[in-house]
T-cell receptor, first 113, second 120 residues
Framework: AQTVTQSQPEMSVQEAETVTLSCTYD???????LFWYKQPPSRQMILVIR??????QNATENRFSVNFQKAAKSFSLKISDSQLGDAAMYFC??????????FGEGTQLTVNP | GAVVSQHPSRVICKSGTSVKIECRSL??????MFWYRQFPKQSLMLMAT?????????EQGVEKDKFLINHASLTLSTLTVTSAHPEDSSFYIC????????????????FGPGTRLTVL
């Protein structure tokens, strides 16, 4: 079975600084998707970034970028120029085409002013 | 784009009553909708998967007679908590997965804002 591991239950960063959230996963599949979702205090799950495993290029969305290492089964999220609004629980998730999402346990990010 | 609405956002009911929660994909068609339950400071727990026009698939340990799911169209799924009891109090979240050609990112789940259910 696929598993997703987020080894950092909590992280903190100073406003305007950069922070990296870690995620590793286990799978025997070669084609799949990886996601980072953000859940702020409102509890709305927001898609931050999406990566297709067959693409070698790392996905980026404005201040958010990933470091996708397929061989190492690692998918970290880098947040640059952190803002107070980035404070949230971040979930890493894995999915093969047409299947369910497998979530990690989440990393609570605090942004200090 | 890729907006999912969920209604109501909050409901308080008496023990023994039934509660219906609606989940709609507003600007795309969803092949599949999912229902999750989330306890405080925990990850999402998948309850069931529903495809339009067919019966929902429930996860192990989820009572299908208690949590009735109807997926009547490509944009609407409902979850009915029947004869709710205090232990059913929780945060329920739906998501919708887009067709590859629907305008939203294919094979990607977009989430509703959630429903907080409190059973007295």
């Amino acid at each position: 079975a696929q598993t997703v591991t987020q080894s950092q239950p909590e992280m903190s960063v100073q406003e305007a600084e950069t922070v990296t959230l870690s995620c590793t996963y286990d799978t025997s599949e070669s084609d799949y998707y990886l996601f980072w979702y953000k859940q702020p205090p409102s509890r709305q799950m927001i898609l931050v970034i999406r990566q297709e495993a067959y693409k070698q290029q790392n996905a980026t969305e404005n201040r958010f970028s990933v470091n996708f290492q397929k061989a190492a089964k690692s998918f970290s999220l880098k947040i640059s120029d952190s803002q107070l609004g980035d404070a949230a629980m971040y979930f890493c998730a894995y999915q093969t085409s047409g299947s369910r999402l497998t979530f990690g346990e989440g990393t609570q990010l605090t942004v200090n002013p | 784009g890729a907006v999912v609405s969920q209604h109501p956002s909050r409901v308080i009911c008496k023990s023994g009553t039934s509660v219906k929660i609606e989940c709609r994909s507003l600007d795309f068609q969803a092949t599949t909708m999912f229902w999750y339950r989330q306890f405080p400071k925990q990850s999402l727990m998948l309850m069931a998967t529903s495809n339009e026009g067919s019966k929902a698939t429930y996860e192990q340990g989820v009572e299908k007679d208690k949590f009735l799911i109807n997926h009547a169209s490509l944009t609407l799924s409902t979850l009915t908590v029947t004869s709710a009891h205090p232990e059913d109090s929780s945060f329920y979240i739906c998501s919708a997965r887009a067709f590859r050609t629907s305008g939203a990112a294919g094979d990607t789940q977009y989430f509703g804002p959630g429903t907080r259910l409190t059973v007295l």
